[in-house]
């Protein structure tokens, strides 16, 4: 459990919080990402939601110039890093533009999804940059950091977009009996305590993305946001209908959309589009972890970063507390000295 230097120098006395805010599919923008990286966790994008590729640069310009003045006014406070996702899936023909606007503006964290690529993490790395790569399981993991990753994102069962099945505790396990480096972890993580709970399996940040949907920078319509209020995990329908890859999306959209969440057929990977047309032909379907049920208003991003920093603290503090009672050690050491 250790983050890589590079990674320790970006993070280092800039989080309010042990959290990366995930890239969510056309509803992280610069407005959002600022607002987490200002707020105290590392905001990010995917670098398909700027649109045409020629606004990445904008982008990126955009919320370096802001953090930048941020850090200005703030240096108390200074603002987290940011990270952009690139999706290393053969079907993102922007791929290649989009690494070469990343290293030229020394994107400080780049978050790789659905592939691992040597090149891509050799150009992150001639910059001081750092990659993080999401995997649903242990398999996947060992083969992204035989590639050059520097850090993992372990997607466990109940995360929103697409998701594994594994329960977070299998997958923690599995992938620290083989990588002391950076684990951040996902699914259905939207409390503080949830987040310390993440630390506590051995990971070192916690991954949070649905949360954020409904917060007022996040670029979602109304509807949406407030369905993540309302919703619960009762609401979260698994299905590889809508991309090729299984996913989790909230059932009110699907049922708008003409389709019945219980008989939904199967699709296979060889439909996963990440070209731009299956955007259009779902943008009503809406993605969901199962972690909403602890969403109860659409706020600003500042404010719910505060309140998971709030209960993340109580958290600490309710095991300080308890601990004294279960105090183990005194007990415990004759009987390990026994066997
Ligand atoms: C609407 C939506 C869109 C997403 N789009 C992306 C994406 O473009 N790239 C990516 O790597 N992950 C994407 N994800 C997955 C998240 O980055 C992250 O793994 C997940 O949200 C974490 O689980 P949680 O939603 O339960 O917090 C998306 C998730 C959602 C809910």
């Known amino acids: 459990m250790a983050l890589t230097p590079a990674l320790a ?37 995917p670098a398909l939601n700027a649109r045409p590729a020629e606004a990445l640069a904008d982008w990126i310009m955009q919320i370096q110039d802001a953090l930048a003045d941020w850090d200005a006014h703030n240096p108390d406070r200074p603002s ?7 999706i290393v899936h053969r079907s993102n023909v922007r791929l290649e533009h989009d690494m070469e606007v990343c290293t030229r503006h020394r994107v400080p964290i780049v978050i790789t ?3 691992a690529r040597p090149e891509v993490n050799e150009a992150v790395h001639s910059y001081g ?19 050059g ?3 993992l994102i372990a997607v466990a069962a109940g995360a929103g977009g697409h998701a594994g099945t594994l329960s977070p505790f ?27 709970a993440a630390q506590a399996m051995g990971a070192d940040l916690g991954y949070i993305g649905s949360a954020f949907i409904a917060t007022e920078e996040a670029n979602a319509n109304p509807a949406y ?96 507390r308890t601990q004294p009672e279960l105090a183990p050690a005194p007990a415990l050491a004759p009987v390990l000295a026994a066997t």
Request: some cysteine; charged content about 15%; glycine content about 10%.
């Open 170 to 196: 299998a997958l923690m396990q599995e992938i620290r009996a083989w990588f002391d480096g950076p684990v951040a972890l996902s699914g259905a993580i939207a409390t503080g305590s949830a987040v310390l």
């Open 129 to 147: 940059g750092a990659v993080l790569h999401d995997i649903i399981n242990d398999r996947f993991a060992k083969k992204a950091i035989e590639k």
């Open 80 to 86: 987290a890093p940011f990270a952009v996702n690139q």
């Open 225 to 320: 946001k407030q369905a993540i209020v309302d919703g619960d995990a009762d609401s979260i329908v698994y299905t590889n209908l809508i991309t090729g890859v299984h996913g989790n999306y909230l059932r009110p959209s699907l049922v708008a959309a003409g389709l019945d969440p219980d008989n939904l057929p199967a699709s296979d990977a060889s439909k996963m589009n990440f070209g731009g047309d299956k955007a259009k032909a779902w943008k009503d379907i809406w993605g969901s972890g199962q972690g909403i049920g602890a969403v109860q208003a659409v706020v600003p991003t500042a404010a719910l970063v505060a309140r998971m920093a709030r209960e993340y603290a109580e958290a600490r503090n309710r095991l300080a």
């Open 149 to 151: 990753a520097d850090g």
């Open 9 to 45: 120098t970006l993070l280092r006395g800039r989080l309010a919080l042990p959290v990366v805010a995930s890239p969510l599919f056309i509803i992280s923008n610069p407005a959002l990402v600022i607002a987490q990286c200002t707020a105290g966790v590392v905001g990010s994008f």
């Open 113 to 115: 999804s659905l592939g």
